[in-house]
């Protein structure tokens, strides 16, 4: 089946600082991929909506220019924290669809844990 | 290894009757679960969860089942109606607060006119 990871697994870093998590399509072509921040018992929340070769779509209440997302290529997205707070903190969740999209099928990667000290 | 498996990859439904949808999982430690509904392009958006206290939890038309000693958890759907044509997944946490949610690969449901 489609797999989908991402890199790294988990991550610590110092307020202040940039954090650059990747997530890849590992056995196929994803033309979109989602990014999720969970949120403990909650939900899981999306971010934005990102298609290869074209900027991010993002969710209200998500800053832009502190989550960057790129999406170079049709296996490869990444998620760059912006000077990180302790408040964005969180488990960070990617997913990808082939097809544009337009498949049912929708594949989680494993998460990525941000802790901010 | 799975630990949370929707063994029914796709599922048709004719319109009225009720939809059921199941998971199972394998790990004791999970103490939350959440049914998830996807349509295409568009990213899963949260439908109901309950938690492991509880054997019945129902919001509208959805009803999770949770079987604790059978690790197993149904989502009801009645009446089904053309919009509930879906993928919808089955995701699962454990007690901490930063436990992370496991998510099952999904089954498509399809509502028949």
């Known amino acids: 089946g489609a797999v989908v990871s991402q890199h790294p697994s988990w991550v610590i870093c110092k307020s202040g600082t940039s954090v650059k998590i990747e997530c890849r399509s590992l056995d196929f072509q994803a033309t979109t991929m989602f990014w999720y921040r969970q949120f403990p018992k909650q939900s899981l929340m999306l971010m934005a909506t990102?298609?290869?070769?074209?900027?991010?779509?993002?969710e209200q209440g998500v800053e832009k220019d502190k989550f960057l997302i790129n999406h170079a290529s049709l296996t490869l997205s990444t998620l760059t924290v912006t000077s990180a707070h302790p408040e964005d903190s969180s488990f960070y969740i990617c997913s990808a669809s082939d097809l544009g999209g337009s498949s049912y099928e929708q594949y989680f990667g494993p998460g990525t844990r941000l802790t901010v000290t | 290894d799975q630990q949370v498996k929707q063994n029914s990859p796709s599922l048709s439904v004719q319109e009225g009757r009720i939809s059921i949808l199941n998971c199972d999982y394998t790990?004791?430690?999970?103490?939350?679960f959440l049914w998830y509904k996807k349509y295409p392009a568009e990213g899963p958006t949260f439908l109901i969860s309950i938690s492991s206290i509880k054997d019945k939890n129902e919001d509208g038309r959805f009803t999770v089942f949770l079987n604790k000693s059978a690790k197993h958890l149904s989502l009801h759907i009645v009446p089904s109606q053309p919009g509930d044509s879906a993928v919808y997944f089955c995701a699962a946490s454990g007690m901490n607060r930063d436990d992370k949610i496991i998510f099952g690969k999904g089954t498509r449901l399809h509502i028949l006119p």
């Open positions: 990102s298609n290869e070769g074209s900027k991010a779509t993002y």
């Open positions: 790990n004791s430690m999970f103490d939350y």
